[in-house]
């Protein structure tokens, strides 16, 4: 079965091998198989979203193992669910791809799915799978809250920004990577496979007053913050100064490290602001203040213009 | 702004508009424009499904307008949590398209969406952007029970097949559409928007002992149903004789009526089964048995082999 295609073992076949890999996580009522999965959560309030990555937008075969992007694809939801401080419990997953991609292909994409979300204690729970020209996964997370939410509008002024994470890391592998290179190892695996410490922001949630993951950029998501809580962000560049190996890396491809920092998304580092006589949640560092007045994202009290991030649609 | 396209008014430019033509469904604390929607529900059991549709695979731009698709879309999935018995509440919708699509296009696709959820009462709450080559629309419904679920596996021998809507339809207007025809015009609509009794299915559910929601085809429906439940499905032909309009034009270019009605998908009719004792609900016609023995489709005793239907990644 090694080299099986999607088209040698079809659609139901390809369903039947997802389905051995699910494990029972325990509030599931009808999983896989049925017309639709049934839960029984714990309380009645359900948090949700969804994510969809393209091959070629968001991933290339040649950058990433299967087991990359399916860590990536789950990391992309569970992160949303996670900064609002929720539980990730449950994922659906709606696959295309090629007739002639390798069933073992899939099949290591799904595991990598299902190592992320294990992580969190999270599981797979079924999905949907079809044909296309280009491998798109989809992947929409259900969750639970276990005390408020950790809204983008909750900010407010004198409060300290604070994040747990990286920046700029997955930025810079896959520059690195478009460019040809295959090092330094540190920033291409960021690319491949981010690593969040989303137990930092579960465990923390309770402090804040806002948390965002950093999807889009670090400026453009601060900017969220700022929208959403009508306050002015001001990050401080003494607090973002880029590691040795991210401005190595930059300075020997001409890219500038520190607007990989400002507006690489992917890492999903965990943005945040709390109050200032609340202790530093474990894991979170300062790396700006919130102000009153007009919402805008300040570098050093200088107002940051222009592209602060990614716009899938931007040319 | 009509013809503007995606790559003018950028990905956030998209979500605003989107955002503007939603509709708060009263159970939503938080909704679009966080990291993730928060629904305030009745019940903490979820049922949940997903589905993923791709441009040339599942419709063509040029056979369907973007209204017609977007109702198809969500009529995919609402009609999975109806054929459970559940009662749907909230789409999410997940939308790749390419940057020169012209954001009138996106946004009539959305309303279309919407148009076939309120129908039901439920409401598109959120979602994600991004780019590709070919629009991909994946949507993940969320609903909740009345009563019991009406599962894959609860049919029983001497139970009545029976079933709401139409087969067919669908699949002989793509194929009229595929061979370069425009008409007859009904048989076009029913593969550019499916009509579904969901009523019929909802009201029924209570009382029926397994429904699925037709979207692989009849026998291969009815098949998911034999298997799950260890029964024997036999389908009656006197029961499934095509309609006038489906055999003129099958004959017209050549392909088999009876065909169509047994392996063709998207009409999302609800086939049921039912004990023998019990009234016929409304909207719900006869049109086989289900008997004791291996689990398989036959019609008038015989059995149905080879392609029962439609398989995503089969050539």
Chains 1, 2 share one sequence.
């Not at 948090?47 to 040649?62: A, G, R």
């Not at 410490?197 to 806002?210: C, K, M, P, V």
């Not at 006589?277 to 203040?289: C, H, L, M």
């Amino acid at each position: 079965m090694s080299k099986a295609t999607l088209a040698e073992i079809g659609e139901f076949g390809l369903i039947e091998l997802i389905q051995k890999r699910l494990v029972d996580p325990g509030f599931l009522r009808v999983g896989i198989g049925d017309d639709a999965a049934i839960l029984d959560l714990a309380k009645p309030e359900v948090v949700t979203c969804v994510d969809i990555l393209v091959e070629d937008q968001h991933f290339k075969k040649e950058f990433s193992s299967a087991k990359d992007i399916g860590h990536r694809a789950a990391a992309a939801n569970l992160a949303d669910l996670v900064a609002m401080g929720a539980q990730p419990l449950a994922l659906l997953l709606a696959l295309a791809a090629p007739s002639e991609t390798e069933v073992e292909w899939l099949i290591e994409l799904v595991d990598g799915i299902v190592e992320e979300a294990n992580q969190l204690g999270a599981a797979l729970i079924g999905g949907d799978t079809t044909r296309s020209d280009k491998i798109i996964v989809s992947i929409t997370a259900i969750g639970q809250l276990e005390n408020k939410p950790t809204l983008r509008s909750g900010a407010k002024s004198s409060d300290l920004v604070i994040a747990a994470g990286r920046f700029g890391w997955a930025q810079g592998g896959l520059r690195v990577l478009q460019k040809g290179f295959k090092s330094p190892n540190l920033l291409v695996q960021a690319h491949q496979r981010p690593l969040i410490d989303y137990q930092a922001a579960l465990t923390a949630a309770n402090q804040l007053n806002s948390m965002i993951d950093v999807s889009d950029g670090l400026a453009q998501d601060a900017l969220h913050i700022a929208k959403a809580s009508g306050v002015q962000i001001d990050l401080k560049s003494q607090n973002l100064i880029p590691d040795d190996l991210l401005i190595e890396a930059a300075m020997a491809i001409g890219d500038d490290p520190l607007d990989w920092v400002l507006t690489g998304g992917d890492d999903h580092a965990f943005l945040a602001t709390i109050a200032p006589d609340k202790a530093i949640p474990v894991g979170f560092r300062i790396i700006g203040e919130v102000f009153k007045g007009e919402a805008k994202i300040t570098l050093d009290g200088k107002e940051l213009l222009g592209r602060l991030g990614h716009d899938h649609f931007a040319n």
